[in-house]
């Protein structure tokens, strides 16, 4: 026999004393490289995106979208690189959202964005100001909460304590962001008395002014003078309250006016913005106390490419220190986040798992070779998986839940080629044909070219997987990378480290000496039992080939029948589920609050949440999902976020997808009752959307899509397990229009900016320079406004006036400063307020939004389900709405409908998928054929793709679970285990026909031979991924190896063997009869 | 029905409590605490135009920057409600928002009423009978 490749490295190194320092180095850097690796739950995700604020102060949204969004928006999308843009017309300002293929440097991307923004400016209409860029990403996400809440301490107290703790917190190396939410800040507030000021003589913009030009100092030069230079300085700023008290703001008669004289002046918290508490609930640890205490939230997020737990272990070691100094007792520090920990913790789980995964496969490898046998397949995982982390450190990958799955999942396959080398090398040993170095040559030069063959076919089936795009890619693309990686190291190890290791700790047993004699093992009688029959009889054989394809067809057939369905992906048990409360729009912050208050009430009593949080006023922090759908934003009074904190999943039973199913109705009939809308938002597992349900509405005219939006959310609504239905357009709400009378304004000598300015700062409070204290971290505002008494109603506007310009205005003979009552200026009209516009992609659009939960998990499901009703739909035209899937609207003159949300990426993912699967039956095929210089024989090989499929499908069926992307994934990974399994089976035929062994003694030998490779490599995977069962992602991917494995395994043996039979019969002996 | 009988009991004899000094009362979740005066939140005014909503100056309690009262639900238990204050009229003060006409509060509030107790309006306290 030549030797190959794999009997020349063999040689080389099965006495070299190289091997075992070879051996030992892996392992260690291996060690070295799993700890240095940065670690972090989710993968490292690069989507730019940026988002625009172009405030267009008065303009109707009708006229933001004409003049800016639209103009912006049709430039934006030259830029290269630019996956979607959205835009979102207010009144008074655009936001314009830009998001970037995933993948795409952000920088390069800001870059872009900023100058085509420039290039455009010149286009803006006039009154537009300057935008504001932020840009949004992963690394914004706070991985570490901190939440500061006390019995006696108020807001204003605690967020100047937390406020402490950031400024120290911010001396850490490698922290991000740190960001406090709730509380109040410490304010000078100057409130107007409006009798006061019409006493006096002042006017509030007088004010502003006085308050501005006394907060002034400067440098304005030096003096030279006896070789000296003295710095002159002028002006002094503002430090105090009673400094801002004393300014003179006018002269009333002779004397001045001190602004203490015309407002109240306050030094203290900021007037109430927000609501933030927190409570400890049901599963509190014991000894905590009830009830719920005002909070503030610290928000930590950490710089690009750090490790999340040093980092979280670090501030919180820098907080204990704090006690005492920058905390007061009094106040209490509780950790409402640490995504370090979990990150480490879930990384340890993985490791521990991949652990389980590979003792569990050594000890079926123990049964078969033995426990020496098992000692060569157990060394060698530990450096082939060593060799992959390496990589992972050097290519910058962080170990995450996608890269350590990708280890896990190719525990059961990289063991596959040390076992069929180990077992050959045991196989010949076992047969004392030769001695034992020339046997363990011999042995790998048998199977080491096909175990060459197969390890590339295994790696042509996962390695396609790389192109999956969109946002589901960085949750993909580690995945085959890093199982490649280890099919190649495992491939290297089997030649190398195997060999070397099989020749010192595999025994030829001593005594008995009779030759060997394949037909004497239990496994070619078994064969031959199965076999023989179906060779001989092709009655029998057709039978057994319609059987196989009966079960074929009827497992298929599950799928149809809804016994199985598809999901891209379940739900994690996650320890975290928020709740989202939105009112109608004009809802006081206390009214929210109270909603708040009362849902926080009821999920207290769920037995599984410690601690719960809400945030009236201000977002709650974001999580990944909360950046992709802009819940940074939340910050008006009518919304609020309550964030559920679970007991550790160790100590619950129920998951969390199964909790926050409990809780939605009950948390949705309290904000029913008072006209609001909750949802509960779990943290998806897979790449956020918008929702999981999105349905686009476009048409000609808001009107009507606002019409068909509402008619689609009542079908939603209708939809059994479609929960959570709601839809982007705002409750009607009334706002009060102040018309100014030009000719009166004019001939008074006031302009309407004037009116505009006071009206501005006397409601909504103006800020007008900040107190100059070296003492105070947050800055002290200095605002203008009236008290809140004084600002509740129309009437209260009488009051205030504003002051003539004079005869300088060319339009009045009134002398400058004469006091003109607002309410003589300005007449009121009662109007509703106008709705915000939506775009995507340049097109109007108006979502609907709904979750699935409960009756349907998956929304492809309900989409089937509702299409018929939408259909059904009347539209004005006459004509029905055909739900889009993919393709986006062709015209805008008709309305249509698109299906967006979580279907997209699914869309997406499984067309990706598929496309791999087509690209990867390819490769093997070339593979194959380039190995065994035939058309045909790859055929017969492949036949065992299609075979997996009699036990996946069952198996998911059998599981109840749902046949998700990652089942996707096991189902193309099996493709090149089975073909693999193939490849060994018909390589020995032909190497025995060769010798010149019948055709049917050939194929039952081996069948009889190859079974115990066979088995324990598929024995292996099976085994290896039982320890995923119980993961709720990854579960598909084990059901489909498990399952798909066992049964492809059995049909292999037979059916492969039969089929080749068929084939080659003509051309072996025509004595054979011919198929009747 | 029994149940709803103290609630319009209060209803009717509505009113700023008595002005004497509120002793401390002993907590227990279980028994039903006597409180001086539960009152409902009144409006001023004719409905319409210039309707405020009216709570007694003694039922605000303050953190801070914060309001709040107590208020009495159907099952007559107490929670803690934020409200925004406006402007102090003889002895009531006007709610901006955070409460609905008609709500029971806590007319006279008290630091060792906590949130879940369940309160009944003391009996031997008289009470003078609103003027609407």
């Known amino acids: 026999m030549n030797e190959g490749i794999a009997g020349k490295l063999a040689k080389q190194f099965i006495n070299s004393k190289i091997t075992p320092l070879l051996m030992v180095a892996s392992l260690l850097v291996g060690i070295m490289a799993t700890f240095m690796t940065p670690r972090e739950e989710e993968p490292q995700i690069v989507v730019p995106m940026v988002d625009l604020y172009i405030p267009y102060p008065g303009a109707a949204p009708v006229e933001v979208e004409a003049r800016v969004a639209r103009p912006i928006e049709r430039t934006l999308t030259e830029i290269p690189g630019v996956d979607y843009v959205y835009s979102t017309s207010m009144p008074d300002f655009a936001l314009v959202t830009v998001r970037y293929k995933v993948g795409e440097d952000a920088e390069r991307s800001m870059v872009k964005l900023w100058s085509t923004l420039m290039k455009n400016m010149d286009k803006m209409p006039p009154g537009v100001q300057f935008p504001l860029m932020k840009k949004v990403s992963i690394d914004d996400v706070p991985v570490l909460n901190l939440t500061f809440w006390s019995k006696t301490k108020n807001p204003y107290e605690l967020r100047q304590s937390a406020a402490a703790v950031a400024e120290e917190l911010k001396k850490i190396n490698n922290i991000g962001d740190v960001e406090i939410k709730g509380g109040l800040k410490r304010q000078i507030k100057i ?51 009673e400094e801002v008290a004393n300014i003179v703001v006018g002269i009333y008669g002779a004397s001045p006016v ?20 927190f409570g400890w609930a049901a599963a509190a640890p014991k000894g905590s ?42 106040i209490t520090v509780t950790e409402t986040r640490n995504y370090g920990a979990t990150a480490s913790e879930k990384v340890f789980t993985l490791l521990e798992h991949l652990l389980m995964a590979v003792v569990a496969v050594t000890i079926v490898v123990g049964f078969f070779l033995g426990w020496r046998g098992s000692l060569v397949v157990l060394a060698s995982v530990p450096i082939t998986f060593a060799l992959t982390l390496l990589i992972y450190y050097l290519l910058d990958y962080s170990l995450n839940r996608v890269t350590l799955f990708a280890l896990i999942f190719v525990t059961g396959i990289v063991v596959d080629d040390s076992i069929i080398i180990a077992e050959n090398i045991h196989r010949h040993f076992a047969m004392k044909r030769q001695p034992k170095l020339q046997a363990a040559i011999t042995a790998i030069n048998e199977v080491g070219n096909p175990t060459i063959l197969a390890t590339f076919t295994v790696i042509a089936a996962v390695l396609p997987m790389v192109f999956v795009s969109g946002l589901m890619g960085p949750y993909m693309s580690p995945m085959p990378i890093g199982a490649s990686l280890a099919m190649i190291f495992s491939l290297l190890v089997a030649l190398i480290a195997t060999p070397w290791l ?15 004699d394949i037909t004497k093992t239990g496994y070619y009688k078994l064969f031959n039992n199965i076999l023989s029959p179906f060779i001989e009889s092709p009655v029998k054989r057709w039978i057994a080939f319609g059987v196989v394809g009966l079960m074929l067809a009827g497992a298929i057939a599950l799928v149809p029948l809804k016994a199985v369905q598809m999901k891209m992906l379940p739900f994690d048990n996650k320890n975290e589920f928020q709740v989202i409360i939105d009112m109608p729009d004009g809802t006081s912050l206390e009214q929210t609050a109270r909603v708040a208050k009362e849902a926080a009430a009821y999920l207290k009593t769920v037995p599984e949440v410690e601690s719960y949080q809400y945030y009236v006023g201000t977002n709650a922090p974001i999580n990944f999902n909360g950046l992709v759908r802009h819940y940074y934003l939340r910050q008006k009074a009518n919304m609020a976020d309550i964030q559920v904190n679970l007991v550790h999943k160790g100590e619950r039973k129920a998951q969390s997808h199964d909790i926050a199913k409990r809780v939605r109705g009950d948390v949705q009939k309290i904000a029913l009752r008072y006209n609001g809308n909750a949802k509960i938002v779990e943290i998806p597992p897979g790449p956020p959307v918008l929702s999981t349900l999105v349905a686009e509405i476009y048409g000609p005219s808001q009107e009507q899509q606002i019409a068909l939006a509402k008619q689609v959310k009542k079908v939603f609504e209708e939809t059994p397990g479609v929960v959570d239905v709601d839809f982007l357009v705002e409750e009607d709400q009334k706002v009060y229009n102040l018309v100014v009378n030009k000719e009166r304004a004019a001939f008074r000598g006031v302009s309407a900016e004037q009116i505009a300015q006071t009206l501005r700062m006397s409601l909504a409070g103006m800020d007008v320079g900040v107190l100059h204290t070296d003492k105070q971290l947050d800055p002290v505002a200095i605002q203008v406004r009236l008290p809140q008494s004084g600002r509740t109603s129309l009437r209260d506007l009488s009051g205030i006036f504003v002051q003539s310009q004079g005869m300088g205005t060319l339009t009045t003979r009134l002398r400058a400063g004469q ?26 659009v108006v979502y609907v939004t709904a979750d699935v939960a409960g009756a349907t998990e998956s929304p492809v499901y309900a989409m089937l389900d509702m299409d018929k009703k939408i259909q059904k739909l009347k539209v004005p035209g006459g004509y029905s709405v055909n739900p889009l899937y993919t393709a986006n609207p062709t015209s805008e003159d008709k309305l249509s409908m698109k299906w967006d949300g979580e279907w997209q990426i699914t869309f997406e993912v499984f067309r990706d998928l598929g496309t791999a699967f087509a690209v990867v039956l390819v490769i093997i095929y070339l593979l194959i054929i380039g ?9 017969i090989m492949m036949i065992a793709i299609p075979l997996s499929l009699v036990g996946i499908i069952p198996g998911h069926w059998l599981h109840g679970a749902f046949f998700t992307a990652t089942s996707m994934i096991g189902m193309i990974a099996l493709a090149g285990i089975m073909v693999r399994n193939s490849v060994l089976l018909i390589d020995f035929i032909q190497i025995r026909r060769a010798e010149g062994v019948d055709l049917k003694r050939a194929v039952i030998e081996s069948a009889a031979v190859r079974t115990r490779p066979i088995i324990l490599t598929s024995g292996a995977v099976v085994i290896g991924s039982v320890v995923m069962l119980f993961d709720p992602i990854f579960q598909g991917l084990a059901i489909s190896l498990i399952w798909g494995g066992v049964l492809s395994t059995i049909l292999t043996l037979v059916v492969v063997p039969l089929v080749y039979y068929m084939a080659e019969r003509k051309s072996d002996k025509p004595s054979i009869p011919k198929n009747s | 029905m029994i149940s709803l009988l103290p609630v319009a009991l209060a209803l009717l004899v509505s009113g700023c409590g008595g002005h004497e000094e ?30 405020l909503l009216l709570v007694p100056a003694t039922s605000v309690f303050r953190n801070g920057e914060l309001a709040g009262v107590l208020v009495v639900g159907a099952d007559h238990q107490i929670s803690q409600r934020w409200i925004r204050t406006g402007v102090v009229l003889q002895g009531d003060i006007v709610v901006l928002g955070g409460l609905d006409k008609g709500e029971l509060v806590v007319g006279k509030y008290n630091p060792s009423l906590g949130e879940g107790l369940t309160v009944i309006k003391s009996p031997n306290v008289t009470e003078e009978v609103q003027n609407k």
Do not use: C
Not at chain 1, 205 to 213: F, K, L, P
Not at chain 1, 263 to 276: L, Q, R
């Open chain 1, 191 to 241: 409130e107007l008395n409006k009798a006061k000021l019409q006493q006096f003589n002042v006017s509030p913009m007088q004010i502003a002014r006085q308050i501005q030009q006394g907060n002034s100092q400067m440098t304005s030069g030096d003096f030279k003078q006896m070789n000296q230079e003295i710095v002159v300085r002028s002006g002094k700023f503002l430090e105090s309250a």
């Open chain 1, 258 to 277: 001190y602004l203490r004289d015309v407002a109240t002046i306050v030094d203290g918290p900021e007037e109430v913005n927000n609501y933030n508490f």
């Open chain 1, 289 to 330: 106390v009830a009830g719920e205490y005002p909070a503030v939230t610290l928000t930590v997020a950490k710089r690009k490419g750090g490790d999340a737990s040093v980092l979280a272990d670090k501030v919180m070691s820098r907080v204990d220190g704090l006690r005492k100094t920058a905390i007061p007792s009094g």
């Open chain 1, 502 to 516: 099989s020749f010192r700790l595999l025994k030829t047993e001593e005594g008995h000496q009779e030759e060997y």
């Open chain 1, 819 to 844: 006091m003109i009552p607002l309410s003589e200026l300005v007449k009121v009209e009662e109007k509703i307020q106008e709705k915000s516009i939506y775009h995507k992609d340049l097109r109007r």
């Open chain 1, 931 to 939: 190995w065994f210089q035939s058309f045909k024989t790859p055929l």
């Open chain 2, 22 to 51: 509120t002793p401390i009362i002993r907590v227990s979740p279980s028994v039903p605490v006597a409180v001086e005066s539960i009152v409902p939140v009144r409006t001023n005014g004719e409905p319409g135009t210039r309707e």
